[in-house]
């Protein structure tokens, strides 16, 4: 069983930063976490994730080279840093657990997840 809550979210400008963290309990090294987000009207999809050593890392294509996601097993918390933040940004932002690294874009295969942060961007 793990544990997520999100925190970090708020109101930024276009073009600015923002980092999400969030925070765990339980077995979390044993765990992939993956960052996901939901728009109002649209489906969840898959933003980032990270492997459960760290080392490997998957961005979606709309964020790679804006946001880097990383996380310390020693704190139990995994963070995401947005930059060049877009409007199309906004959404609610949610981090989730996977067992296997394998399905780490897949939202479906996702075992836990947090109650989300809102993330809105200004134009």
Not at 4 to 12: C, F, H, N, R, T
Not at 34 to 54: C, L, N
């Amino acid at each position: 069983q793990v544990q997520l809550v999100e925190s970090g979210g708020g109101l930024v400008q276009a073009g600015g930063s923002l980092r999400l963290s969030c925070a765990a309990s339980g077995r979390f090294s044993t765990y992939a976490v993956g960052w996901f987000r939901q728009a109002p009207g649209k489906e969840r999809e898959f933003v980032a994730a990270i492997s459960q050593s760290g080392v490997t890392t998957n961005y979606a294509v709309s964020v790679k080279g804006r946001f880097t996601i990383s996380r310390d097993n020693a704190k139990k918390s995994v963070s995401l840093q947005m930059n060049s933040l877009k409007p199309e940004d906004a959404a609610v932002y949610y981090c989730a657990a996977v067992l296997s690294w394998v399905y780490n874009s897949v939202v479906e295969r996702y075992d836990f997840w947090g109650q989300g942060t809102q993330v809105t961007v200004s134009s």
